[in-house]
C-alpha cells in the first residue's frame, strides 16, 4: 500500500560489480532491491576489472531500474527523488549510475540526490532494525573500507578510526587468493574456517601506534604469505583450513576489540556493524556474544544488506531528502570521496 504523502525513493549504486536498483518507501520499507552481481565474469580474472565492470553496468542499468520500479510496483511518476551512489568507488562505474539518476531526475523532474556508499552501508541498519535511531556506534567492513564510526544523528558522523592499509574485506580477498581459493575470498574464507582450528597458527594482531582505533592488515597478510613460504620451503603440506580460521580469527580479534572500546568510550550502548565483511559468520557469533556480556545492543543486517545494494542506499538517500539535501545536474562521481564530506 503506498499513499501520497509517502516518501519513495529510487536509488541506484553501481560503484563497484553490482549493477543495483531498489525503492524504498518512508526510509525503512524497501519495496524491491534488484542487484545484478558481476562476480562470475570478473572471477575469470581473480578480482575486479574496472573497464569491465563500467561496460557492464552500462549493459544492464536501465533493465536493473525497470524491474525495481515493476516489483515495487510503482511509476517513475510516483517517485518522490532520485538517489545515487557517487563515491567513493571505480570512477567509471560510478558514473554509469550518476549519468543515469541525472538523465531520469531530469526528464522527471524530480530531485536528485548524491549518497556517500559508507553512508548506505550504515543506513543499511535501518531496514530491518526499526527501532534502530542515531547516536551507536558502528564498524563498518568492506572490500574497499574499515572505518569505526560514530553515528551521532543521520547523516551525521564522527570517524574514531579507518585503516591505515588494506581494508578487512581486501586482506580476507588476497589470503583466500594465497591459498587457492579464489575471488571473492570472504565468504570462501568464512566457510573453510569451519573445518580449521583458529588457535593452530599465530598470527600477529596489529596495533598502529598513537591511535586506539586506527587499523591495519597488510602486516597480517604479509605473515600468511610468509607462512605459507616457508611451509613450501620445508616441505610440510598447508592445512589451508587452519590458515584460513587463524587468519580471520586474527582479523576478528582486532575489530572487535577496537569496536567494543569504542562502545564503552564514547558510552553508547548500541552497537552496528556494516559492509560485506559484516556477513561473516564467525565476526558475528563474536559481536553476537561479546555484546551480550556487556550488555550492548547489538545490531546488523541480512547479508543482502551487507553486499553492495541499492536498498541500503534508498535509506540514505531518505535521510538526505527529509533534511533537504538535493544536488545539481553537475554531479560527479568521486572516486575517493571521504565520509562526511559533501
Ligand atoms: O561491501 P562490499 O560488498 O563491497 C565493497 O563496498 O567493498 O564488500 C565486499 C567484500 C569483499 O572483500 C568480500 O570478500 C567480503 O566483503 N566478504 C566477506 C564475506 N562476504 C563478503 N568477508 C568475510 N566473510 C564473509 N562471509
Ligand atoms: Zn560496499
Do not use: W
Not at 541525472?102 to 536528485?112: D, V
Not at 591459498?179 to 569451519?194: C, E
Not at 601506534?209 to 597478510?221: A, R, T, V
Amino acid at each position: 500500500m503506498k499513499t501520497k504523502e509517502d516518501i519513495l525513493i529510487l536509488a541506484i549504486e553501481s560503484s563497484c560489480d553490482e549493477t543495483a536498483a531498489s525503492v524504498v518507501k518512508n526510509g525503512r520499507e524497501v519495496l524491491s532491491n534488484i542487484i545484478s552481481s558481476q562476480i562470475e565474469l570478473h572471477t575469470l580474472y581473480g578480482g575486479v576489472v574496472p573497464e569491465i565492470a563500467s561496460r557492464k553496468h552500462i549493459e544492464k542499468i536501465n533493465q536493473v531500474i525497470e524491474e525495481a520500479l515493476q516489483e515495487a510496483n510503482v511509476t517513475l511518476n510516483e517517485i518522490t527523488a532520485i538517489a545515487v551512489t557517487y563515491g567513493p568507488g571505480l570512477v567509471g562505474a560510478l558514473l554509469v549510475g550518476v549519468s543515469a539518476a541525472k538523465a531520469i531526475s531530469f526528464a522527471t523532474g524530480k530531485p536528485l540526490i548524491g549518497v556517500h556508499h559508507i553512508e548506505g552501508h550504515i543506513s543499511a541498519n535501518f531496514i530491518e532494525n526499526k527501532e534502530l535511531e542515531p547516536p551507536f556506534t558502528c564498524l563498518v567492513v568492506s572490500g574497499g573500507h574499515t572505518h569505526l564510526v560514530v553515528v551521532k544523528d543521520y547523516g551525521v558522523y564522527e570517524i574514531l578510526g579507518y585503516t591505515r592499509d588494506d581494508a578487512a574485506g581486501e586482506a580476507f580477498d588476497k589470503v583466500a587468493r594465497a591459498i587457492g581459493l579464489g575471488y571473492p575470498g570472504g565468504p570462501k574464507i568464512d566457510r573453510l574456517s569451519r573445518e580449521g582450528s583458529p588457535a593452530a597458527i599465530q598470527f600477529p594482531r596489529a596495533k598502529v601506534d598513537g591511535s586506539d582505533y586506527d587499523f591495519s592488515f597488510s602486516g597480517l597478510k604479509s605473515a600468511v604469505l610468509n607462512y605459507l613460504n616457508s611451509c613450501e620451503m620445508k616441505g610440510i603440506e598447508v592445512n589451508k583450513a587452519d590458515v584460513a580460521a587463524s587468519f580471520q580469527k586474527a582479523v576478528i580479534d582486532v575489530l572487535v576489540e577496537h569496536s567494543l572500546n569504542a562502545v564503552k568510550e564514547y558510552g553508547l550502548d548500541k552497537f552496528a556493524i556494516a559492509g560485506g565483511v559484516a556477513s561473516n559468520s564467525s565476526l558475528r557469533a563474536t559481536f553476537e556474544t561479546e555484546c551480550r556480556k556487556q550488555n550492548i545492543e547489538f545490531y546488523h543486517p541480512s547479508p543482502i544488506f551487507c553486499t553492495d545494494n541499492a536498498a541500503m542506499i534508498g535509506v540514505a538517500g531518505y535521510y538526505e531528502y527529509i533534511k533537504g539535501t538535493r544536488s545539481g545536474y553537475d554531479l560527479n562521481a568521486i572516486p575517493n570521496l571521504r565520509l562526511g564530506e559533501r
